[in-house]
């Protein structure tokens, strides 16, 4: 099905047409449209464009507004002030372009694909082998996720990568450990998985690094089996094997109760690119961009410089022969643009990492990795805080083990559908329990700025009122009632009904879905999607309040109010399932 031109932009093509009319040299001129309280919509445009061409603003406002065509979209337009004009849109243009976003048979409410869609590779949601996921890892696998669900349905190509942790100098330092305190291990191990294990794979894992950290004997011998690992020394292989292995099997359960589906091949964690990292450090010695200081492989940059004043290099290689990570990023840079043939590179990355990123990305630029046809993007995350405004920890000042949070969310939202349950089963309060509490959870964050640090406040969360996903669910779940009510009375549009002004507003707002999901997805703004679909359950509420849709005056207004309430909750669905959030039919 052809896209469906949103009544913003047919009001847009109106006043521009009418423009180019008035003032020839003004053809392009931009009317600067803009939703308004005093009508529909107020542009802007004319008084910069009076001030360029020395024109009365008002008395060119007229003239523009002589050359606009009223009637089929455009119902009425009055200049206002100094030169404003403010714009009334037809009610039956209104319906009209929800009737047809409705009918589209893909369920994409009009949102055309993009006409040129590339390929995008997406790093999200990083864990680390044989530690537990913490509330430090949400927000990359939230955000990223919906990124890449948004860029899907826009047509891009979208490949997920997760470079997940597993490899270094930690796995050198757990295997010695296990091998010199075998009785240590969990002899359950083989009857254990999922969370048990790795908590059981955690504890061992800080044990090793207390060790590591107070014993210079056992520095050294743990540094010896990195060399192993490195060199493929079969047991210690196996081992570290083993570890991703149990790992993998925790961060699918854990992205599991998330509602977030991971596909093992999606998984290209450090030890993905081992074979490359040589190479990679050959190709920027021999090319200049990287040079040797005293021993180490290393790249200057002129504006980066630390507090003494003195340049701080980006690390490739180190002094020893070992590789840093600037050289796995690198080398993951090179796969992604040659091999998976990628035009733009994100990375879902904490903003604490932001120096890092610069430095590899401008590393990557000279090389010529990076060019005009390939772009490469940090999307930098705030800290999730408590709410006393500091970093979220638990009472004992630990880091709170994303589980264990998740588990309380679901817990609480539990609570509160169990208390607004009328007709529901235990299972069926366990599994909205669950909808609801790890959407309450996504939605804090996404409703939030990505770069912005936001406050973790379960209470608030779970709430029915205010800018939450439980009200956002709370108003699909009611306009799923109404529907059923309505028993063999169906939706339908009648263009030829007079609206009321909730009608409008709401009728208006769900016509700018797909030019929203646009622009969110353009943006790598999830926030953007979240603030449209606030808005909408807020202007559903009010037309509830206002406007009888059963018992309406006639039957025909009762199928268009119907058509409302269906357009308005699918529109709630497809946006909240592009959040990564579940709509549950009853609440």
């Known amino acids: 099905m052809a896209s469906v031109t ?4 047919s009001v847009h093509q109106h006043l521009a047409s009418a423009l180019s009319a008035t003032l020839p040299e003004a053809a392009g001129a931009d009317p600067l449209l803009r939703r308004s309280d005093r009508a529909d919509f107020q542009a802007n445009g004319i008084l910069a464009l009076a001030k360029r061409t020395k024109a009365n603003p008002r008395e060119l406002a007229t003239q523009v507004v002589s050359q606009v065509t009223t009637g089929d979209v455009i119902e009425d337009i009055e200049v206002s002030g100094p030169g404003f004009l403010n714009i009334t849109v037809a ?5 009209g372009n929800l009737a047809a976003r409705a009918a589209d048979p893909e369920g994409r409410l009009g949102l055309p694909y993009a006409e040129h869609p590339g390929t995008t ?17 949400l927000r990359s696998a939230v955000i990223g996720d919906s990124v890449a669900q948004l860029l899907e349905f826009t047509g891009e190509n979208v490949v997920r990568r997760h470079h997940i942790g597993d490899w270094g100098t930690q796995f050198g330092m757990l295997i010695q450990y296990l091998d010199e305190h075998p009785h240590e291990l969990d002899h359950r191990a083989a009857e254990i998985s999922g969370e048990e294990a790795m908590s059981n794979l955690d504890r ?6 207390r060790l590591f ?11 010896r089996r990195v060399v192993d690992l490195q060199a493929g020394e079969p047991h210690t292989l196996a081992m570290w094997q083993k570890f991703v292995d149990e790992s993998k099997i925790y961060f699918f359960s854990v992205f599991e109760k998330l509602d977030m589906e991971i596909q ?3 998984i290209v964690g450090e030890s993905g690119y081992n074979d490359m990292l ?50 796995t990023d690198l080398s993951a840079i090179r796969d992604r643009v040659f091999n998976l043939k990628a035009d733009t590179l994100l990375y879902v990355v904490d903003a604490r990492q932001a120096l890092h990123f610069r430095m590899v990305f401008e590393t990557a630029r000279r090389a010529g990795w990076l060019n005009d046809g390939v772009k490469a993007l940090h999307l930098a995350f705030g800290t999730v805080l408590g ?10 000042g630990e880091t709170v083990k994303l589980v264990d949070l998740l588990d309380e969310a679901i817990d609480r939202a539990s609570a509160v559908v169990r208390e607004k349950a009328q007709d529901l089963s235990e299972e069926e309060i366990a599994e909205r329990g669950a909808q609801v509490g790890i959407g309450a959870v996504k939605y804090a964050d996404l409703s939030t700025s990505a770069n912005r640090d936001y406050k973790f406040d379960l209470d608030q969360m779970v709430s029915l009122n205010g800018d939450t996903s439980v009200y956002l669910q709370y108003a699909y779940a009611r306009i799923q009632s109404i529907l059923r009510k309505a028993g063999e009375v169906r939706p339908a549009a009648h263009t030829e009904l007079e609206l009321t002004e909730a009608e409008r507003a709401l009728g208006l707002h769900a016509d700018a879905f797909a030019e929203t999901v646009a622009e969110a997805a353009a943006e790598y703004a999830p926030h953007k999607l979240a603030a449209y679909l606030y808005q909408l359950a807020s202007l559903y509420t009010t037309f509830y309040d206002k406007c009888p849709v059963l018992k309406a005056e006639t039957p025909e207004q009762v199928q268009n109010r119907l058509f409302l309430c269906d357009v308005t909750a699918r529109t709630l669905h497809q946006g909240m399932a592009l959040l990564g959030i579940r709509t549950p039919e009853r609440l």
């Open 213 to 223: 950290d107070s014993d210079e004997e056992f520095k050294t011998r743990a540094r």
């Open 278 to 327: 040589t190479e990679t450090c050959r190709l920027l010695e021999e090319s200049g961009v990287a040079v040797r200081s005293e021993g180490a492989l290393c790249v200057f940059f002129d504006d980066i410089k630390g507090a003494d004043g003195q340049p701080v290099p980006l690390i490739v290689q180190k002094s020893d022969g070992g590789f840093g990570y600037a050289a």
């Open 387 to 396: 709410k006393d405004g500091k970093p979220f920890k638990t009472r004992e």
């Open 121 to 137: 590779v997406i790093d999200y949601a990083q864990p680390n082998v044989a530690k537990e996921m913490h509330v430090g890892h």
């Open 204 to 209: 061992l894992y800080k044990a090793a690094r």
């Open 264 to 266: 093992d091949p999606d």
């Open 6 to 9: 949103s009544l913003t932009a």
């Open 91 to 95: 009610d039956r243009a209104i319906t």
